[in-house]
């Protein structure tokens, strides 16, 4: 068998598995595992592609704040890599309570009534509409360019992906030993980067599992609406999130927003979630679902408090975690990957002590078996 020595093995080929290459690779050989032919073919290339600030719990906010600075320099891409989009939240009366939560805890969060709604995006049924909230700072995120750059960066110091990397056996003796087949990597630190098989990662090396759930969800595409300028449509969703929408490559996509817990797998969406997705859809808009286009899903993964787990295990020197990104994995990974390289170098991370603490593989109130299989 053919022995590769590294500084790191990354396991994951996801934006998580490539940004924090990209930013361990200025500090030492990096090797990234991937079992797909092509990197980013699983959640990362699957996303709605929103950077939204007020998405997700306390520490999530502080993690999208914290990747801001990144989307907004010029390091990974001479394009853009966030553009003017916003967000709107409708409620019916029953979830104004949820409304005024939201915009309580938010920031930059705009009220506005059921005409205001509907002058945004004419298809909105202002009868559906108690109010709204709207967030003009979210924006799209384009996740090609931000993986390319990342990749770019990665390969610019001492990095590379493996792909098509069938990972059968992870041991560790003096360092970790991950194979493939005939192949066999060796690094004193290994990043599990592996998305929704996160914790059967964990479970091959022997590592206490963090109960990670990979929860579907899908999402259709709908010729575009016959009215002028919908592509500068915000993303608009219920408030309790049982459908969004948003213009997306001059159609229109739409979600169910279904969070449906399902064992890892290349996710596929299920034809009657998607048509009870697309009727909830129809009776909060004048727009009637002829046709769709294409539909697809993908797996966002969750631990029991909603939180990625980003740090090394407590259990096994050198197993360093970064999973659980759930719905937040794009707009958050310029913070998670910078914070994921300065744990494993030693570099006095610039997020806060409180965060890194919210995100601890060994925190209470995580861990476990998988429930399923
Ligand atoms: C429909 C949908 C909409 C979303 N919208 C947004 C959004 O608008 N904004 C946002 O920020 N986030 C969004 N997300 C969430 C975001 O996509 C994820 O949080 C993020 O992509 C997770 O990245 P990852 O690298 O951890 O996982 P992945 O992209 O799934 O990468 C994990 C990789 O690990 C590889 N792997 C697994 N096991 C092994 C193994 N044993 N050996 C080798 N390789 C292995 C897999 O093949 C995979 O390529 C959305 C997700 C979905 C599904």
């Known amino acids: ?38 990197t980013g073919t699983h959640s990362t290339g699957r996303s709605a592609a929103v950077y939204i600030e007020n998405y997700g719990n306390a520490t999530l906010k502080a993690l999208t704040a914290a990747s801001a600075g990144v989307y907004e320099s010029h390091e990974l891409s001479d394009a853009p890599l966030l553009t003017p989009r916003g967000e ?154 049982t459908w969004y929408c948003k213009p997306q490559s001059g159609k229109l996509l739409v979600s169910p927003a279904d969070e449906e817990p399902v064992v890892p797998h290349d996710a596929f969406p299920d034809d009657m979630v998607l048509a009870e997705g697309l009727d909830r859809f129809e009776r909060a808009t004048t727009y009637p679902v002829k046709r769709v286009e294409r539909s697809w899903a993908g797996l966002r993964s969750f631990v029991a408090d909603r939180t990625p787990v980003v740090g090394f295990a407590p259990d096994a020197q050198g197993f360093f975690w970064l999973a659980g990104q759930g719905g937040y994995g794009i707009q958050t990974s310029p913070a998670l990957a910078q914070l994921s390289a300065d744990m494993i170098v030693g570099t006095k991370p610039a997020i806060a002590g409180n965060i890194i603490a919210a995100l601890s593989p060994g925190r209470s109130g995580i861990g476990g078996d998988v429930p399923f299989g």
């Not at 994951?12 to 930013?23: L, P």
């Not at 090609?144 to 960066?153: K, S, T």
């Not at 066999?184 to 630190?189: G, I, L």
């Open 88 to 241: 709107l939240s409708i409620a019916a009366e029953a979830e104004l309570g949820l409304l005024e939560s939201a915009q309580a805890e938010g920031k930059g969060l705009e009220r506005l009534n059921a005409a205001q709604a509907r002058a945004l995006v004419p298809i909105l049924r202002e009868d559906q509409i108690a109010g709204a909230l709207y967030e003009a700072g979210a924006r799209d995120i384009d996740v090609d360019a931000l993986l390319q750059g990342y990749l770019r960066l990665m390969r610019g110091g001492d990095g590379r992906v493996v792909t098509g990397a069938k990972i059968t056996a992870i041991t560790r003796g003096k360092a970790w030993r991950v194979e493939t087949g005939d192949t066999a990597y060796e690094a004193p630190v290994i990043v599990n980067a592996a998305g929704a098989w996160a914790d059967e990662v964990a479970g091959l090396a022997g590592v206490r599992t963090v109960g990670l759930i990979p929860m579907r969800r899908s999402a259709a595409i709908l010729p575009a609406p016959d009215v002028e300028g919908f592509e500068h449509w915000p993303v608009v969703g219920s408030i309790h999130e």
């Open 1 to 38: 068998m053919t022995v590769t020595t590294a500084d790191v093995i990354v396991i994951g080929g996801g934006i998580a598995g490539i940004g924090a290459a990209a930013r361990l690779a200025s500090h030492g050989k990096v090797i990234v595992l991937e079992r797909e032919a092509a």
